[in-house]
């Protein structure tokens, strides 16, 4: 399947696309959506077929899909960012097409090839060219999307699956003025255990998330720091976000065990770190140990790294009602440095040393 074997069919009625001051974080979606089905036409054997860009619109779902019933999802979250020099670069989407992969494998579902994931957000992204904004600090969120379609209700992996990418103009993740956030330390619910799915980007995990979260949130926090599903005592991830610390000259992050999810900008920050000579360590970090670290001043900073919030500065720790500060409770300079670094080749303000960055084509 070559680019333009994608059918395109626009929308004949196109949205008002909100200033970039309302943005928020998805929600508001773009005209289009596209899809790639994986199924058997005619008799043939199961295959990827019917590469189309269409007007956004709802699915038509079989009430027995495989999706709704055994939780066959998978999603990916990336961004097209449009740089100064007005080109529209994907940030590693390479990355992101190996996480779903790798989460369709543990989840008995069949991943489209890098070439079709690759061609079908740059299809979608030509055609949405208009919604990708210009103003500093905004970006089109891409969601490419994979759901079993197959109906039935025996207990089995489906055998039909679609493949979907939407796309949402986007600002900042925890919304304008938010340089850090409160974390609340989560010690009655656990994300992920060992063996299970931690590390797949599957819609269970963030199910499994939600209530801790809201409860955070009722309470002033903008979300929770996880620990571990066995011991309750070691550190895992900061809300949907990868976590890293910095201990004295130490930055510290947790190893990926298979209860934490592989993110993207997880290893981009650590290449980063890596490239300016500073001391990493990936290992298990006990909650005594950081409370401790807090206690007696050597906690500087604590920040999380995503694809929606990027480099997220935490300024307190709360745990038992009480708030523990972090540093200087402002955002650190490995914090800002990382921030600068990674907007800076999203951006295309300076040389891409990694090559990280897909140019698409602006034009549909």
Not at 318 to 323: A, C, L, S, W, Y
Not at 334 to 358: A, C, F, M, N
Request: aromatic share 10%; charged share 25%.
């Amino acid at each position: 399947m070559k680019i333009e074997s994608v059918k395109i069919e626009r929308a004949t009625h196109t949205k008002t696309i909100p200033p970039a001051k309302e943005f928020g974080f998805g929600r508001h979606f773009s005209d289009h959506m596209a899809l790639l089905d994986y199924s058997s036409r005619n008799g043939a054997p199961r295959q990827w077929h019917s590469p189309r860009v269409v007007p956004y619109g709802t699915l038509q779902l079989d009430p027995g899909a495989a999706v709704l019933h055994y939780g066959q999802a998978l999603f990916e979250g990336l961004k097209a960012f449009r740089g100064d020099d007005g080109t529209v670069r994907l940030f590693r989407p390479e990355m992101n097409w190996k996480r779903l992969v790798s989460g369709a494998e543990r989840l008995c579902m069949k991943a489209p090839p890098l070439k079709y994931f690759t061609e079908m957000l740059t299809a979608f992204c030509q055609v949405e060219s208009r919604w990708i904004p210009r103003e500093p600090g905004c970006a089109f969120y891409l969601r490419p999307t994979l759901i079993g379609t197959e109906a039935f209700l025996g207990v089995r992996p489906s055998e039909d699956f679609l493949f979907y990418v939407m796309g949402s103009p986007v600002g900042s993740y925890y919304g304008e003025g938010s340089d850090t956030v409160k974390i609340k330390v989560e010690t009655e619910f656990v994300r992920a255990a060992p063996g299970g799915i931690g590390a797949a980007k599957t819609g269970g995990n963030y199910a499994a998330s939600l209530k801790a979260a809201l409860e955070a949130k009722a309470a002033g926090y903008a979300q929770v720091l996880w620990l571990d599903a066995v011991h309750r005592r070691y550190i895992e991830e900061v809300g949907t976000m990868n976590v890293f610390f910095k201990i004295g000259d130490s930055i510290i992050t947790p190893p990926l065990d298979g209860t934490i999810l592989p993110g993207v900008t997880r290893d981009s920050v650590l290449q980063i770190l890596d490239s300016e000579g500073l001391k990493v360590e990936v290992r298990p970090l006990a909650l005594d140990e950081l409370l401790e670290a807090a206690r007696s001043g050597t906690l500087k900073e604590v920040f999380g790294s995503g694809t929606a919030a990027s480099i997220s500065p935490v300024d307190s720790l709360g745990i038992h009602g009480e708030n523990v500060q972090v540093g200087d409770g402002k955002a650190g300079p490995v914090s800002t440095l990382l921030k600068k670094r990674l907007t800076d080749i999203q951006y295309g303000r300076v040389e891409d040393p990694w090559g990280w960055t897909l140019s698409v084509n602006s034009s549909p």
